[in-house]
């Protein structure tokens, strides 16, 4: 990868605002930030976690942890409202839901396309390199990584966790969040998933008998954690897709042992390899689908040998588990606007609005509004979505509804679900696509090579018949608004 380098002398004397205490205190700003105090590690901060995520509520920061001195910390709910996922973006904080999906359409094309003018910037110092600990002092519990659920198989210190990796032959530095279970005081898991880069990465390492050299921010700017959990293309560094969301080069630091560039404003960063060979079961863990699942796949062992952190320093927390959890609205938004952008690129005409629902993850389920312009357009359009790259990964339903849907409101998709989409005609079952083993149903099929299904339910009136299906029972928008006015003591005003 190719990066500036800063002396000494240049570098800024104060923190680069690109950390999680400066956002810390936009989102305090905003009213979105509670202090939590006295939580415990195991299972208590987890759960005030789970439940705050449910209601949609504040962006928590835990202090006083049990067992852990004051101002070791770990902060969950980061990106869970439209205020704070667009704080995170360098976005207006008033935008709505619809709003913010619509500017990310915008935003997106013109991010990818400036993400090179962004290598990252190479500094000398940091707040990360604040304390340096190698040898004897590399001890992992002496920070309060949670237990987050009941029956997960170890501590979490990486949930919401920014890895980063180098292709050997390219120099392409990949930035993904890959979960660490903690086995040890100085080892944890790495969980990497089939065709996610760091796993690409380390394959080529351990082809040619080396070790896979890693470092790992586990607390940072959401907006890191953000890129490091969707899918950019290969080749793309995450560094630089941020640099260009946030006009300006991150700043990072050579890691001492790998050279790898760590968030210079990161707040606790681990470093070290995953020797070819050594690899340990790893989990249970509550995944994003809402199961324990994937708890038989042995994964990598990360042999920490370096912890920088900063003083009192915060992990950036983002539990998985069933949905709406800490990170199912801002992928959805996320991947609501990429799957928008993807169809549209593959050339389809007609898209009024995509959602990738929280209920499935933000993956298993895609509903499109079509405006339809000629026979089997939803269809065309249902199918390109469960295909294209953005929409394959853990997809199970696509439902295409008309533009009188809004694809947001379940209960109005599955209205039309319900009444214009006839099963044996509509339903159509794509076979033998890519599976994985982190999808619970796959459990119960025990399959070594994971394939699963897809299925598009084209739930639009039938094109050739759309003039004659009855007109839909409900007052006009003119008698609603009318009725609304006259009624407003009674009725309220529409939000
Ligand atoms: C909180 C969170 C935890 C995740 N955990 C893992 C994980 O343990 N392993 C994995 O392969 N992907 C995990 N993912 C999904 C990947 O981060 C995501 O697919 C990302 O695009 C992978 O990066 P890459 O495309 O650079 O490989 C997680 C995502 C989030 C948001």
Request: aromatic share 8%; with cysteine.
């Amino acid at each position: 990868m190719q990066g500036r380098t800063v002396s000494k002398k240049d570098a800024p004397t104060r923190a680069p605002a690109q950390d999680l205490r400066d956002w810390l205190d936009r989102v305090e700003a905003l009213g979105e930030l509670k202090h939590v105090r006295n939580a415990h590690w195991n299972l208590e901060l987890g759960c005030i976690s789970e439940i705050n995520s449910r209601q949609r509520g504040p962006c928590l920061l835990f202090d006083d942890i049990v067992d852990y001195p004051s101002g070791f910390r770990v902060v969950t709910g980061t990106t869970g409202t439209p205020a704070r996922l667009a704080a995170t973006l360098r976005l207006p904080t008033n935008l709505s839901t619809p709003e913010l999906v619509g500017m990310l359409r915008k935003k997106s094309p013109e991010w990818s396309a400036r993400a090179n003018d962004f290598p990252p910037q190479y500094v000398d110092s940091g707040p990360i390199l604040e304390n340096i600990k190698t040898g004897n002092q590399v001890n992992l519990l002496e920070f309060p990584a949670p237990m987050w659920n009941e029956g997960d198989g170890g501590r979490y210190m990486g949930t919401g966790d920014a890895v980063i990796t180098q292709d050997p032959e390219s120099g392409w530095v990949n930035v993904g969040t890959y979960r660490l279970m903690v086995h040890d005081q100085r080892t944890t898991g790495l969980y990497l998933a089939p065709n996610h880069h760091g796993r690409l990465h380390m394959e080529k390492y351990w082809q040619a008998g080396k070790p896979f050299p890693v470092v790992a921010s586990v607390g940072h700017d959401p907006l890191l954690f953000l890129y490091a959990g969707v899918e950019l293309p290969v080749g793309m560094s995450e560094y630089n897709y941020i640099g260009a969301v946030m006009g300006e080069p991150a700043k990072v630091v050579r890691g001492e042992l790998t050279g790898l560039p760590m968030p210079a404003g990161s707040e606790i960063v681990l470093e070290g390899f995953c020797r070819p060979g050594n690899i340990k079961r790893d989990g249970p863990f509550g995944e994003f689908l809402g199961y324990y699942s994937a708890n038989d796949v042995p994964q990598p062992v990360f042999e920490v040998e370096r912890i920088y952190h900063r003083n009192n320093p915060i992990i950036l927390g983002s539990p998985p588990g069933r949905p709406p959890h800490d990170y199912a609205y801002s992928k959805t938004v996320i991947r609501s606007a990429l799957l928008h952008d993807a169809l549209e690129k593959a050339g389809m005409t007609g898209i009024v609005s995509c959602w990738a629902d929280e209920v499935g993850g933000g993956r298993a389920l895609l509903v499109i509004s079509v405006r339809q312009q000629y026979q089997g357009h939803g269809r065309q359009v249902g199918l390109m979505a469960s295909q294209c790259p953005v929409g394959y990964w853990m997809g199970r339903y696509v439902i295409v509804v008309d533009d009188d849907i809004d694809p947001s409101n379940l209960t109005d998709v599955m209205w039309a679900v319900s009444t214009r989409c006839e099963p044996a005609r509509d339903i159509q079952i794509l076979e033998r696509l890519f599976g994985t083993k982190i999808d619970a149903i796959n459990t119960t099929m025990d399959q070594d090579v994971p394939y699963l299904s897809r299925a598009v339910i084209d739930a639009c009136r039938t094109y050739e018949y759309r003039d004659a299906f009855p007109p839909v029972a409900e007052a006009s928008p003119e008698l609603q608004r009318q009725i609304r006015e006259k009624w407003k003591d009674l009725l309220g005003t529409k939000k």
